[in-house]
């Protein structure tokens, strides 16, 4: 990728052609605005320690290191991500946000976010499916890329500066107004009511809202529960 700007919140920029994990590299940094990105990952990392998917030269891998530890902050990043890759897409196929750190589109992943924190910097990694046709048998019915949801292929620079954008003003929403405004952007997009949903013990259930907290609440067979961790499912 070519060489890219500072901006406001990045105050350094890593580009590296292949690593282990853009995270374990910006963590090991110990510093925030730390932006690094790479155009392959060999040992990418999703949610309790699953398989990030990444092949060289495709998609974008990017993390960026900020000064705090706060929990909510994977649902900042990922009202942020959703605005950015809206810019790109169509009424038709707007990407939805799927709690708590999925952005998905007709049912189909398109972006996941990691963040992960070590002392007082969260490392928030974010991994958008920009050029990829194919996937591996178990993710190919589960997974989508920019390049098959718009019929052709995407700059991977003008997807890393949308996000850039997008996140740094979210990041200050938050900083500045609290937590309200990502909640109200996230259940905008996040109720997912044109799919059936079920808990990951299988329940059938709903989205109703979210608190405070970042948590989620859900209907699950007519029981309200506050989701503090886990995730809800999208059945095919």
Known sequence: MAK?????????????HSVGSTNTV??????????????EQTAGRGRKGRTWFSPAGTNLYMTLTVDTNDPRLPLVAGVAVREALSELMVKSALPEVKWPNDLIVHGRKLCGIL??????????GIGVNVNQLAWPPDLADSATSLALILG??????????????E??????IFARQGFEPVRRNYLEHGLLKSYALTTEEGVPCSVVDMNSDGHLLINA???????????IRIIP
């Open 26 to 39: 910006a963590l090991d940094s110990g510093r925030p605005g730390l932006l690094v990105v790479a155009s």
């Open 221 to 231: 067979a007519g029981t309200l529960k506050e989701l503090v961790s886990g995730s």
């Open 152 to 165: 052709r292929e995407v700059q991977r620079q003008e997807v890393l500066r949308l996000v850039l954008t």
């Open 115 to 124: 963040c992960e924190s070590r002392g007082g910097i969260t490392a928030v």
């Open 167 to 172: 996140v740094e003003k979210w990041l200050f």
């Open 4 to 16: 890219i700007s500072s901006t406001g919140i990045v105050r350094e920029i890593v580009e590296l």
